[in-house]
């Protein structure tokens, strides 16, 4: 299995409204990142987790959380969202956190379109 | 700081050659990758390049790297309508704690 998924694939909220995205492999990696991207740019970083660990906050605001139940899940709580938080969310793992060893292929799930109202 | 350029626009006729160009600045990355998005969906890692290797060639791409240079190409051959989406190119660098840097992608366009 060299998938990665992500659930839902679109995703319409409220500002008030409390969500959750969420992303699963079964390769084994022991890195998962949380990329947000608006259209036309290239992904931007917001979380990564290695060994289950949150390894880096890019700055993210605290209306996001993400977590990582086990070494294959990895979620991302939303809540009290701004419209311009509106944006395609990618999830993604690899092998291992920052490629020294075995280098960083990234792979990458189909992204949940999020919507904010 | 870690920087990846890449021009934004490309537009190739089918059949023909397209190469796509990317510079970037840090000399330590150890693998440079290319990753292709279609319209709504993720990233597709296509293929990659370890930095001790000139080329790569894997069926109808080439991965050219010129490490002098710090300049990285991606050639597809014989291109076919179903390669238009935009292709990022992206460094793993040594220093820094970002795991992957990425280009702001080059819109392929395939003209039939």
């Known amino acids: 299995d060299t998938e990665v998924t992500q659930t839902p694939k679109h995703l319409v909220m409220g500002m008030t409204n409390k969500k959750s995205l969420k992303c699963e492999q079964h390769?084994?990696?022991?890195?998962m990142y949380w990329y947000k991207q608006k259209a036309k740019k290239p992904p931007e970083l917001m979380f990564v987790?290695?060994?289950?660990?949150?390894?880096i906050n890019e700055s993210v605001p605290s209306r996001f959380s993400p977590e990582c139940p086990n070494s294959s899940l990895l979620n991302l709580h939303l809540h009290a969202l701004q419209p311009e938080d509106s944006a395609l969310y990618l999830c993604a793992s690899s092998q291992d956190f920052l490629g020294q060893v075995w280098g960083n292929e990234q792979f990458f799930g189909p992204g949940t379109r999020l919507t904010v109202l | 700081g870690e920087d990846v350029e890449q021009s934004l626009f490309l537009s190739v006729r089918e059949g023909d050659s397209s190469v796509i160009n990317c510079t970037y600045t840090?000399?330590?990355?150890?693998?440079l990758y290319w990753y292709k998005q279609e319209p709504g969906a993720g990233l597709q890692l296509l293929t990659y390049i370890f930095s001790n290797m000139d080329m790569k060639q894997d069926q109808r791409l080439t991965v050219l790297l010129n490490k002098k240079d710090k300049h990285l190409s991606l050639r597809i051959a014989d291109t076919q309508t179903g390669d238009s989406a935009i292709y990022f190119c992206?460094?793993?660098?040594?220093?820094?704690?970002?795991?992957?840097?990425f280009g702001k992608g080059t819109r392929l366009s395939v003209i039939a």
């Open positions: 987790y290695s060994y289950e660990k949150l390894s």
């Open positions: 840090d000399s330590s990355s150890t693998y």
């Open positions: 992206a460094e793993n660098p040594n220093s820094g704690n970002t795991p992957l840097v």
């Open positions: 390769m084994g990696h022991r890195a």
